[in-house]
């Protein structure tokens, strides 16, 4: 089955800087790439997703790049605010089997003012 | 529109007794799935549910656990014999059929199995 290692699992930067979030996965058929931020007592909410065959994509401060060869993809959050403040998930999924989500084991981030 | 919705919001229940946790979809998703999120964990998925198949319990971790969807939309996760270590938050989501993954989370349930 799948499996997803993400790191690290906990970030504090300073407000205004960048953070990366990095995640890996095992199966080379993976072809749906998502990630979650997750505020406290909420369920997770989609910020952005990447598909198989795209390298790169980005939503204003957010963006996320995908390495098919190394099996490999991360987020980067640029210019932080305090609101980005939260844990976030990475996940990967194999639209073959039903398109469960295996999930990384999150990284809690912590932007300081 | 309205997302999705979980009901309890919270849960406390004595151990060996039975739960029963709801779902309520996205109106027009067809699939929907149950996670289940220890404290400061992950997501582990437990069941998927599409459309008229049968479902996928592959992650179902005892014979305890067990999920119905009536009608193709509320959804209905039951834990029987409540054990301690079922304390955890029960997340719901839902997707379009051929959305290609793109699941939508519901608030979750919080349960304490005391």
């Known amino acids: 089955g799948e499996n997803v290692e993400q790191h690290p699992s906990t970030l504090s930067v300073q407000e205004g800087d960048s953070a990366v979030i990095k995640c890996t996965y095992s199966d080379s058929a993976s072809n749906y790439f998502p990630w979650y931020k997750q505020e406290l007592g909420k369920g997770p909410q989609l910020i952005i997703d990447i598909r198989s065959n795209v390298g790169e994509k980005k939503d204003q401060r957010i963006a996320v790049t995908l390495n098919k060869t190394a099996k490999h993809f991360s987020l980067h959050i640029t210019e932080t605010q305090p609101e980005d403040s939260a844990v976030y998930f990475c996940?990967?999924?194999?639209?073959?089997?039903?398109?469960?989500?295996?999930f990384g084991g999150g990284t809690r981030v912590l932007v300081k003012p | 529109g309205a997302g999705v919705s979980q009901s309890p919001s919270n849960k406390v229940t004595e151990k060996g007794k039975d739960v029963e946790l709801r779902c309520d979809p996205i109106s027009g998703h067809t699939a929907l799935y149950w996670y289940r999120q220890s404290l400061g964990q992950g997501l582990e998925f437990l069941i998927y549910?599409?459309?008229?198949?049968?479902?996928?319990k592959s992650g179902l971790p005892s014979d305890r656990f067990s999920a119905e969807r009536t009608g193709g939309s509320v959804s209905t996760l039951t834990i029987q014999r409540t054990q301690q270590e079922d304390s955890a938050v029960y997340l719901c989501a839902s997707s379009l059929a051929d959305g290609g993954g793109t699941q939508y989370f519901g608030p979750g349930t919080r349960l304490l199995v005391l």
């Open positions: 549910f599409q459309g008229n198949s049968a479902p996928d």
């Open positions: 996940a990967a999924t194999i639209k073959a089997a039903g398109n469960k989500l295996t």
